[in-house]
């Protein structure tokens, strides 16, 4: 089920400090009230560590780019945080309207069509958990076999020291570092899959629309064989049925891109510097170790991030058409006329495909995706001549 997934997903939110849970009675809450002041800060504590960093220290020209990318990657998940608490209200509306009647399948198609949406959700957020997870782990861990004089902390900031860090007081520091590092990663998962998922959610309900409206005529005479009412009345009263399902679809899909619309700005922007700077260091390296390793998965990381919007976004937008294709091919010469030119004015609204994202700024369709990775090859080809 979507719930399940994204109940699993702002759980996780929860215990990162960015989510608080509706239940204040629960211990999900409790856990929430100790993150939101243990865990939560050291993100914005290593920011501006960072940011000291790049000031203070005296960083050589990849050191620099790195420790610049690594910063906008945490701060990018702060603004997710942010994100979250300032459209909390609306956020609080969409969880709520999952539970519509409307969106409830009825009968064993619309199981079926349901359970395959759920098992992709499940499936993909496996795939998530590995591919991000393993990043971290491959990040945080190299200090661990590299010798004691060649150590590095998993993200650069000003230390008060020069030269080589004592041991003891290296893993007192890359406790806090891999700690805000992790925090980072669970806020990526929940918030950006929570997208994926809601979208997905989204697709499917068009799905169950196109499949009732095929199925319309059907249901309108098996309501008057089981009722003592006519035909036409029973047709009106599935067709606004419909109808009323569509308004839900529209509405629950404009309620997501007012929620969310602020982080796929800063999403996507933050994608565009991230995919330019990491090639043009990529292009620029000629050894073969671990840091050309780290790179390559936080590249791969980050085509992966923006590929999720707009893949999902796209696929909503496919299935928002189809559903103008499912009208003209239901059994509506059946109908009666006056069903028929109901139908007329369902069809017409239905021409107009549903887009997820912020006012002109940024639509998620994989056309934007291919744009963002033209404008960065544009760039970085800029980067290398001069």
Do not use: A, Q, S
């Given at each position: 089920m979507v719930i399940d997934t994204l109940n699993e997903l702002f759980t996780l939110m929860t215990i990162a400090g960015a989510w608080r849970p509706l239940d204040q009675l629960s211990v999900k809450y409790r856990i929430y009230n100790v993150t939101r002041f243990v865990l939560l800060p050291m993100p914005f504590i290593i920011v501006t560590g960072?940011?000291?960093?790049?000031?203070?220290?005296n960083l050589d020209k990849d050191e620099m780019y790195t420790t610049l990318l690594l910063m906008l990657t945490v701060e990018n998940n702060t603004t997710r945080a942010v994100g979250l608490w300032m459209n909390r209200k609306?956020?609080?509306q969409l969880l709520g309207m999952l539970s519509s009647p409307y969106a409830q399948p009825r009968g064993k198609s619309e199981i079926e069509i349901e359970k395959s949406y759920s098992e992709f959700s499940r499936k993909f957020l496996n795939l998530v958990y590995v591919w991000v997870g393993g990043s971290w782990f491959i990040w945080v861990l190299p200090p661990f076999f590299q010798k004691k004089d060649h150590r590095n902390l998993p993200l650069t900031v000003w230390?008060?020291?020069?030269g080589p860090i004592p041991d003891r007081i290296f893993w007192w520091l890359w406790i806090p570092d891999a700690a805000s590092f992790f925090i980072s990663v669970i806020i990526i998962i929940g918030h950006d899959i929570s997208i994926a998922t809601i979208m997905s959610f989204v697709s499917c309900q068009f799905d169950l629309l196109a499949h009732r409206v095929r199925c319309m005529t059907a249901e309108a005479k098996r309501r008057a064989h089981r009722s003592s009412r006519s035909i036409e009345a029973c047709e009106k009263e599935v067709i606004v049925e419909n109808v009323n399902h569509h308004?839900?679809?529209l509405e629950f899909a404009d309620l997501l891109s007012k929620s969310y619309g602020c982080s796929?700005?800063?999403q996507f922007s933050n994608c565009f510097i991230q995919l330019t700077a990491n090639t043009y260091l990529l292009a620029g390296?000629?050894?073969i170790d671990v840091q050309l390793l780290m790179r390559l998965i936080f590249l791969s990381c980050m085509f992966l991030q923006s590929s999720i919007y707009c893949y999902f976004g796209d696929h909503l937008t496919n299935k928002s058409r189809e559903l103008t294709y499912a009208l003209f091919t239901a059994d509506w010469i059946d109908l009666c006329l006056r069903s028929k030119k109901d139908m007329l004015f369902m069809t017409a609204r239905t021409m107009y495909p549903v887009y997820i994202g912020k006012a002109f700024f940024i639509v998620l369709s994989l056309n934007s995706f291919v744009q963002i990775l033209r404008i960065s090859y544009g760039v970085f080809n800029v980067l290398r001549q001069t």
């Open positions: 960072m940011i000291l960093g790049l000031i203070l220290n609306h956020l609080v230390l008060p020291h020069e308004r839900y679809i796929m700005i800063f390296t000629t050894t």
